[in-house]
């Protein structure tokens, strides 16, 4: 699970916990400086140091942020 901080322009990455959907668990990454959200969409893949991620869904509340992102 990726959290974004647009404030702070950091995100943190943890592990989403079983069965509970939006719930974080484990802290993998935490505070890691990134400001070019903007060009993300659902599918899309975050390369974050070594690893990849693909983003495959979003919140209510992002996934209208970053559909008004890509009508810009």
Known sequence: M???HVDKEKLD???AVKGQKWCCGRTFLKGVNYNSMDKYKIG???RIYRWNFR???ADD???QYLL???QL
């Open 55 to 57: 983003l495959l869904e």
């Open 61 to 63: 509340i992002t996934r």
């Open 68 to 70: 008004s992102k890509q």
């Open 2 to 4: 990726i959290t974004f």
């Open 13 to 15: 990455i943890t592990e």
């Open 44 to 46: 899309s893949i975050l």
